[in-house]
């Protein structure tokens, strides 16, 4: 936990907030309560998440940095219009961005989706807001004033004309057609001003068995903004960009790419951005019973550069025991050079046991470490080793290990802990406990043995990258429930009936600082008895 020298205060005003939100939420028929702490931003706090037959809700409290924090909200349906107050994240997103499609802002205010004929229309009306928070609570604070009309009309059954329309302390109106003739090729255009800044896109998207190719060039001002806010860290694509991922046969998966960006380099809504440039080449392939890859990554970045490789080789020994070598290498730019060569050995005991060696060798020295993972109804624990290429590191490459906890105990309560590796390289951790309330204020589903009987659905998983590596930190939305994958990609979700459910990958909510596209998921999963699940699989890329 954080240490403050008021922190004996906030169990206080944790209580005293959560009795409030009980106090107005008691006719709600479904409560979640959630608390935790992390040194992701020093924090500790909590959230009650509530629901009734039309309305659901949000109420979060904590400290961050030694500051309390409060974020509040309520959606619920008028008529057949949807009405939201209160914090909210407005996704601002253009039928150009192939690229990245998660452009989310955080506002405050009164936002309202309906439906006029055969457009979608939002109208916004509030202010953007400065979020804060953790996994376990999320608060904000209002910012500039701002109003959003946001228009998307089916011109016909293969074009769609989006408008997004922004009035703030500056102005933006981007509008965009979006062409998509058939399932294998999308067009789309999209020009106007951002921020009072001019803007102008033209993109191509080919999708299909053999080849994935998406193409744009953008002219973006480089103070361009979609909304003028200090809040905003997001970058946008620039210039020239293409990534083509090619899979000549069943055995082989090429990826190369070529990459602008404008990154932010401060909050202040008047700073220009600065340009980065990213270039790689990927393979992987299948020799006989080996997995094969090898990459080169080129990142500019001001007048740093870095100039990196790496080599992969895997085997699945026995049915049980899998080996692997990485070799990282960075051989020039202005960073130190810098070299890593690992080996693993996984072993599979049992569907919920598996173990993990590691040696690893850099810098002249040699380190051994051990993981494993263990998965059952009440108890789930992953230790495993992970490395990260940081693109604008000066070394560009971050080490170590990394742990996944989860504990569900009597009556519903469930403790989860996991580290992660924060943009900066460094370990952080996170840590929280939750549980599910009916509308009597009791556990839900009864007592917690049969809580567990009832839950006897699963929907499990593995996220893992182009070159079969996994992806820790990934966030994935199976229905309602937001889950996170631990060290070895792994994610689990219980539900008490069987049903198809839609899954989505949500790279606003990930933990992993990298960037990632999806290459492969499914768009829904089906629930399946623990003892015959099998596991669902997503591929990511690295962009």
Aim: with cysteine; net charge positive; charged share 15%.
């Amino acid at each position: 936990m954080p240490s403050r020298s008021n922190s004996w205060a906030l169990p206080i005003v944790l209580i005293s907030a959560c009795l409030l939100g009980i106090s107005s939420t008691a006719a709600a028929q479904f409560i979640r309560v959630e608390a935790g702490a992390s040194d992701l931003l020093p924090s500790a706090g909590g959230s009650i998440n509530f629901q009734g037959p039309n309305y659901t809700g949000y109420l979060g409290v904590g400290e961050i940095d030694g500051v309390f924090r409060l974020g509040t909200s309520v959606k619920t349906i008028i008529h057949s219009d949807v009405v939201t107050l209160g914090d909210q994240p407005i996704a601002f997103d253009l039928p150009t961005d192939i690229f990245n499609n998660n452009h989310f802002f955080p506002t405050r205010g009164i936002g309202v989706n309906a439906k006029e004929g055969k457009a979608n229309v939002f109208l916004f009306v509030g202010g953007t807001a400065l979020t804060s928070g953790t996994p376990f609570f999320q608060a904000a604070s209002a910012d500039m004033p701002v109003g959003m009309l946001f228009t998307d009309v089916p011109v016909s059954p293969t074009l769609r004309f989006s408008s997004r329309n922004v009035i703030s302390r500056q102005r933006t109106s981007i509008q965009a057609l979006d062409w998509h003739p058939g399932k294998w090729l999308r067009t789309g255009v999209a020009a106007g001003i951002g921020s009072n800044q001019p803007y102008l896109a033209a993109t191509t998207d080919i999708e299909s068995s053999r080849l994935s190719l998406k193409a744009a060039y953008i002219s973006a001002g480089n103070r361009f903004r979609r909304v003028t806010a200090t809040s905003i860290y997001a970058s946008e694509v620039d210039r020239e960009n293409i990534l083509a991922v090619i899979k000549p046969s069943s055995s082989m998966l090429l990826t190369l790419g070529h990459q602008n960006f404008l990154q932010p380099q401060s909050i202040d809504p008047a700073a220009a951005y600065l340009h980065a440039t990213v270039n790689e080449a990927q393979a992987s392939f299948d020799v006989r019973d080996f997995r094969l890859g090898a990459g080169i990554f080129q990142s500019t970045y001001q007048s740093r550069s870095n100039l990196a490789n790496n080599l992969s080789a895997s085997r699945r020994i026995t049915s049980s025991l899998d080996a692997s070598v990485n070799y990282f290498r960075t051989f020039a730019g202005t960073g130190s050079r810098m070299s890593n060569l690992s080996g693993s050995l996984r072993e599979t005991i049992s569907p919920r046991i598996s173990l993990l060696q590691v040696i690893n060798y850099s810098q002249g020295r040699t380190n051994v470490l051990y993981g494993g993972s263990y998965l059952s109804n009440r108890f789930t624990v992953g230790v495993d080793y992970q490395t990260l290429y940081l693109p604008f590191h000066a070394n560009p490459f971050s080490q170590g290990i990394s742990v996944t906890l989860r504990i569900r105990l009597f009556g519903g309560l469930q403790v989860n802990a996991q580290t992660f590796r924060s943009a900066d390289g460094r370990l952080r951790y996170t840590a929280s406990g939750e549980t599910a309330l009916n509308g009597n204020f009791r556990p839900a589903g009864g007592d917690g043995q049969n809580a567990f009987k009832h839950l006897r659905y699963v929907v499990r998983g593995r996220v893992q990258d182009e070159t079969g590596n996994p992806v820790e930190g990934a966030a994935l939305l199976v229905g309602e429930e937001l889950v996170i994958t631990n060290a070895s990609g792994e994610f689990l979700v219980r539900r008490k009936t069987a049903g198809i459910l839609p899954l989505q990958v949500v790279f606003q909510e990930f933990l992993n600082p990298a960037s990632f596209r999806v290459i492969g998921a499914p768009r829904t999963v089906m629930p399946s008895p623990d003892s015959t699940a099998s596991d669902v699989r997503v591929i990511l890329g690295r962009n």
